[in-house]
């Protein structure tokens, strides 16, 4: 697999055309297109919808899109610990609260061992997503760690590391076979929605017709585990908070179908002088979440 092209096709996943990704990666806009078409028929998959101007990947496209970030990502780690070059600098990043548990503690630990000349300055830790991308284009952050892709990306770039489920947990012993039993036999711990895949939670419920009256309403994750391991009710989470409900034995269950899902990414400038430095973080975390 020539891992040229597969960067050439995740940059323009990322960048949203042939011509804008010819200049991300240094080649004419012809010369994008006909790796994208070797790539096709060395996969025999059909990577793009070419009936559109300009051409947008498929659905089996995008699905490769996160295989070719994999491959680039383990090559990226592979060189980086296996390289005698050391490498140094100061990267600044946010991150969204939940962020801060989703792998990120371990991946920082991972890098500073690995690169002791390395800097890493978490600031501006427990922000909205939206304070944290508007730092990021104003040069204060030099990437963010959120929840799902910013709306307005014209002058951004996102990378995916994680995709996370929503799953109900509920007290040992809670009665019900299904999610809507459980949610419908305990006292309901909703989380307070602030960004747009908080909300969908709620639209899942009315379209299940489930009506619940919540006995708290909670602005962390974290918060509704503690609730729950209290024996306070039944609440709603993301795949993350699943290992532990486990160890505590609560009942955990998935909620709603496989198209309700959360995703973790950083978030950068296009024109962002530290990327490589970025896309190292970004392979640790994403090898980190994949052994988690």
């Not at 990267?91 to 609260?97: D, F, N, S």
């Not at 990306?153 to 299904?178: H, M, Q």
């Not at 973790?264 to 002088?273: D, F, P, S, T, W």
Request: with cysteine; aromatic share 4%.
């Amino acid at each position: 697999m020539d891992l040229r092209k597969l960067g050439t096709l995740v940059a323009v996943a990322e960048y949203g055309s042939f011509s804008r990704a010819a200049q991300a990666v240094n080649l004419t806009q012809s010369a994008v297109s006909q790796q994208m078409s070797d790539l096709e028929a060395q996969l025999r998959l059909p990577l793009f919808d070419r009936s559109c101007r300009p051409p947008r990947l498929t659905r089996v496209g995008r699905m490769y899109v996160e295989t070719a970030r994999a491959i680039l990502d383990a090559h990226a780690l592979f060189l980086e610990r296996n390289s005698r070059t050391e490498i140094s600098g100061t990267l600044t990043i946010g991150a969204v609260r939940s962020a801060l548990t989703a792998g990120l503690p371990e991946a920082l630990h991972a890098l500073k061992s690995n690169h002791p000349r390395l800097s890493l300055r978490l600031v501006g830790s427990g922000r909205l997503t939206t304070e944290l991308i508007q730092e990021v284009r104003s040069g204060r952050l030099d990437a963010a760690l959120v929840v799902d892709p910013p709306a307005d990306n014209r002058d951004l770039l996102w990378k995916s590391y994680a995709v996370e489920r929503f799953y109900v947990i509920a007290p040992p012993g809670t009665p019900g076979l299904t999610d809507d039993e459980v949610l419908s036999a305990a006292p309901y711990l909703r989380f307070v929605p602030i960004l747009p895949g908080e909300r969908e939670i709620d639209a899942v419920l009315e379209r299940k017709g489930l009506k619940l009256v919540p006995e708290m309403e909670l602005d962390t994750f974290e918060a509704i585990v503690l609730m729950v391991g209290a024996g306070l009710g039944a609440g709603i989470v993301p795949g993350l908070y699943v290992p532990r409900a486990r160890v505590q034995n609560m009942r955990v269950l998935p909620f709603g179908d496989i198209g309700l899902t959360r995703e973790l990414g950083i978030v950068m400038r296009r024109q962002e002088k530290k990327r490589e430095l970025i896309d190292l973080l970004h392979a640790t975390l994403a090898r980190v979440r994949r052994e988690a």
